[in-house]
C-alpha cells in the first residue's frame, strides 16, 4: 500500500479547472433563473404558483403539526444556548418523531415530505432553536441521505437509508485546516488496498461530526493501474477503527452546533462504500447542494417571521414621546422593511422548492440565490430589530429574565444568523458561482475567444459559433413585454413591478455583455462587478417570486389584499436596490480599492495600526495538521 499523498500543490488555473469539471455542464430543463441574466423574463415558469399535490400538503400539515407541538414543549432553546449542546432526550426526541427521516423515501422508513415541507418544518424548528435547525439540516440536507438518494446504489440505499430515517445522525466532511472553497489542493487521502480504500487525514468544521453515526468524506484516491483517482465521496462509520474527533468547535452562535476536527488515520473503508466513481466526490458534492442550500435559506425565512412578531409586538408596547415607537417614522420604516422582506423570503423558498418537487425546472441558479438573498436579508432583518428594541436588544435573554422583563434573544438570533452568510459558500463564493452559471450561455459559445491558451483555429471557430448566437440573442435585448402598458395585467397594482423585472434583466444581460466585451480574458478577476450582477438578479427573482405569491394568495382568497400591499412595499424597496447596484456597476472604487490593498499588503499602511494592542493569542493562522495517529482525546459522543 503506498503511502498518503501530500497536500497537492495546484495553480490558479489548475484550481479553476477542477471546481469546473465538477460543476453541471448540460441544461436539459428550463431554469427561470438562467433566462432572467440572459434577458428573457420566462413568467411563465413560475406563474401561476406551482402547488403540492393534495396528498403531500395532507402528510406534510400532519407532520408539522407534531413537530410543532415537538417544539413548544421539548426544545428549550434557552437551555441549548446556556449549555452550548443539544440535549440526547432533545435528539433522541426527534429520532422517535421521524424528523430525521423527513427526506427519506417510506420505502425504506423516512417520512417522505416533499422539498416544500422539509423546507417548512426547519423553518419551525430553527425557530425554535437554530441548533436544532441546523442539527436536522447538516443530517439530511448535505449529510448522507441526499447523496445516496441521488448516486447511491440500491445495496447502500438498503443498508443505510433505514439507519438515516430513524437512529442514525449523518454528517458531510470536505473541509479541512487548508482547503476551504479550494477543493483542488485536498489533502485527505484514500488509498486503494484490495478490497478496500484506507483513508488518512483530517477534516475540520465537520458540523454534526461530534455525535454523527455515519460520514460522507471527501478525500482524493490517487490515479494508479485500475483506478483513474480523483475527488471521491465515501459512506464512513464514525465508530471505524482509526477515527477520533479530536475537538469541539464553539462559535459566537449556534453554541450548540456539534461542529468538530475529526482525523482519519488508516481508517479501512469497504470498496462497496463508495458513492460513485472515482474522481465523482466535488461533482456530487456540488448536485446535492443544488437543493440542499435551500434548507438555509427556510431557517433565514423563519427567522425573519420572527423578527416581524417581536418587531410588532415590542414597538406597539414600547412608547416614546407620547406614542408607540411604530409610530415614528425612523422606526416605522424598519418595520415595513421587515414585513415586506419576510414576505419575499418566504416567497422565495416556497417558489424555489416547489420547482425542485415538480422537478420540470432546473433550479441550481434559483437555489443559490436563495440561499445569497436569504442570508444576506435575515441578517439586515434581525440587525433591523436589534436596533429597535435598542439596550435591550443588545442584553441577553437571560439577563432580560433576570430583572424581571420578557427574554426575548434579538441579540442572539443576530449571532446565530451570522454564519448563514459562510455556511454552504460564502457570499462571496456564491457571487462567483451564480455569476459562472449566470454566463454559461456565453462561455459555451464565445469562451474559446477569450481564452489565451487557445489555437488561432479554435478562436475561428469559436467566432462562428459567437456570431450565430449573439446574432439571434442581442436583438431580443432591445425590447420586451415591459415596455407595453398593459402587459402583466392580471396581476393588478403588482403588474408595473413585473414590467420593471422584464425592462431590467434585459438592462443586466446588456450591461454583462458589455462587461465581457470590454474586459474579455480579465473577466473573472472583476468579482466586485460580478457581484453586482448577481445581486441585481437576486433582486429581480425575488420580486418575481413575491408578486407570483401574492398574486397566489389573492386568487385564494387568502390574505390577498395584504399580500399584495407586501409584495408592492418589497417590489418598490427592491428596485431602490437595484438601481443603486447599476449605478455602482460602472461607478464604484474597485480600481481604487484594488492599489490600497497593494499598499496594505506591502505594509505601506502600517503606521496606522500604532497606539492598539492585539489581544489574539499565540500560534500560527492555520493550524498543521499533518496526516498520522491522533494524541488528542476522542471527543465524539454517541446518542443513546
Known sequence: MSAPTQRPQVTEREARQVAEAARERDWHRPSFAKELFLGRFRLDLIHPHPLPAPEDVRRGEAFLALLRDFCETRIDGARIEREARIPDETITGLKELGALGMKIDPAYGGLGLTQL???????????????????????QSIGVPQPLKLFGTQEQKDAFLPRLARTDLSAFLL????????????????????????LDGVKLW???????????????????????????????????????????????GLRGLENGVTRFHRVRVPAANRIGPEGAGLK?????????????????????????????????????????????????????????TAFALEAVVDLASQLADENRNDIRIEAALAKLYGSEKAWLIADELVQIRGGRGYETADSLAARGERAVPAEQLLRDLRINRIFEGSTEIMHLLIAREAVDAHLSVAGDLIDPEKSLGDKARAGVRAGGFYARWLPGL?????????????????????????RTSRKLARSTFYAMSRWQGRMELKQAFLGRTVDIGAELFAMS????????????????????????AFCRQARLRTEELFGRLWSNTDDLDRRIVDGVLAGRYTWMEAGIVDPSGDGPWIADAPPGPSSERNVHRRIP
Open 117 to 139: 415541507y422539509y423546507n417548512r418544518a426547519l423553518a419551525l424548528v430553527g425557530s425554535a432553536s437554530p441548533a436544532v435547525g441546523a442539527l436536522l439540516s447538516a443530517h
Open 175 to 198: 473541509t479541512e485546516p487548508d482547503v476551504g472553497s479550494d477543493p483542488a489542493r485536498l489533502a485527505t487521502a484514500a488509498v486503494p488496498d484490495g478490497d478496500a480504500y484506507v
Open 206 to 252: 465537520t458540523t454534526n461530526g461530534v455525535v454523527a453515526d455515519l460520514l460522507v468524506v471527501m478525500a482524493r484516491v490517487p490515479a494508479s493501474e485500475g483506478h483513474p483517482g480523483g475527488i471521491t465521496a465515501f459512506v464512513v462509520e464514525a465508530d471505524a477503527p482509526g477515527i477520533t474527533v479530536e475537538h469541539r468547535n464553539a462559535f459566537m
Open 284 to 340: 456530487i458534492a456540488l448536485t446535492t447542494l443544488n437543493t440542499g442550500r435551500l434548507s438555509l435559506p427556510a431557517a433565514c425565512a423563519g427567522a425573519a417571521k420572527w423578527c416581524l412578531k417581536i418587531a410588532r409586538e415590542w414597538s406597539a408596547e414600547r412608547e416614546q414621546w407620547g406614542r408607540p415607537i411604530a409610530r415614528h417614522e425612523a422606526v416605522s420604516t424598519k418595520i415595513s422593511f421587515i414585513a415586506a
Open 478 to 502: 432591445v425590447t420586451g413585454a415591459g415596455q407595453l402598458p398593459g402587459s402583466y395585467g392580471e396581476f393588478g397594482a403588482l403588474a408595473g413591478h413585473l414590467r420593471y423585472v422584464e
Open 545 to 568: 417570486a413575491a408578486c407570483v405569491r401574492a398574486e397566489l394568495l389573492r386568487t385564494t382568497g387568502d390574505h390577498g389584499p395584504e399580500a399584495h400591499r407586501l409584495a408592492d
